[in-house]
Nanobody
Framework: QVQLVESGGGSVQAGGSLRLSCAAS????????MGWFRQAPGKEREGVAA????????FYADSVKGRFTISQDNTENTLYLQMNSLKSEDTAMYYC?????????????????????WGQGTQVTVSS
């Protein structure tokens, strides 16, 4: 059992920044990867960024490279997503996820099927 709670979402103008947080609890030792996903109305959920909880290696979707940064604080079991230079296309519900699979590739780490636990989501709205 892993519990995930997101926070930090809100409304921001294009070009602005937001920082999302995900507090994890439970059997977090079984989570090899954690990631951020987003889903806009009428669209499928897509991977934004992922991180290996043990080694710290990171993966990003091409659409957010150079703008978003994923990080973790192991002492507090918290995952972060720093979002800069936000665009209207970034508007979506953002979800934190944890997976017990030893993901081998970037595409796997950014895929929804690799994750077992999900948070409730936090809304990010970017206006222009």
């Amino acid at each position: 059992q892993v519990q995930l709670v997101e926070s930090g979402g809100g409304s921001v103008q294009a070009g602005g920044s937001l920082r999302l947080s995900c507090a994890a609890s439970g059997y977090t030792y079984s989570s090899y990867y954690m990631g951020w996903f987003r889903q806009a109305p009428g669209k499928e959920r897509e991977g934004v960024a992922a991180i290996h909880t043990g080694g710290g290696r990171q993966f990003y979707a091409d659409s957010v490279k150079g703008r978003f940064t994923i990080s973790q604080d192991n002492t507090e079991n918290t995952l972060y997503l720093q979002m800069n230079s936000l665009k209207s296309e970034d508007t979506a519900m953002y979800y934190c996820a944890a997976g017990s699979v030893e993901t081998m590739t970037a595409i796997q780490a950014l895929g929804v099927i690799a994750y077992n636990y999900w948070g409730q989501g936090t809304q990010v709205t970017v206006s222009s």
